[in-house]
């Protein structure tokens, strides 16, 4: 049977796509949980404006990815972090952190960055790190951790 998914099923495809399931999984699984719908002339419209709509999201976002990506080229990031006296930290900061510290809480903002070969810092100081957005564009960042007593 085909169907046009309305929501991002992992394994099977995006909003919006047509997708060939077999019956049982299309009237068991996804029209319940109103994850997909059969293909008519009207769902195809929908499924059109949907596409529409997310390509144009994704060129924004990118826009606003490259943005920000120039801003921070010569910015240094700061965080306080609990350590003891030595400059080891207690837990180390997570490329999660970073992100949100970044992106300001924007979370499609932060599935569209990612830092390049990046372990959890634990230790106090100045660190460089390369950040990776959507478009393959990197830049380098300087992390500074302060420890907290």
Known sequence: MKIILLKDVRKLGRAGEIAEVSDGFARNYLFPKKL????????????KSLKSMREQIET????????????LRSAVLEFSLPGDKEGHLYTGLKESEILAKISG??????????????????????????????QKQTVKLTISITCQN
Request: hydrophobic fraction near 30%; aromatic fraction near 2%.
């Open 36 to 47: 997909g719908e059969p293909v008519t002339a009207e769902a195809l419209e929908r499924s």
């Open 60 to 71: 924004e976002s990118t826009g606003a990815v490259t943005e920000l990506l120039q801003k």
């Open 105 to 134: 809480g924007d979370q499609s903002m932060q599935k569209s960055l990612k830092l390049k070969d990046y372990t959890p810092l634990k230790q106090a100081g100045r660190h460089d790190i390369t950040l990776q957005g959507s």
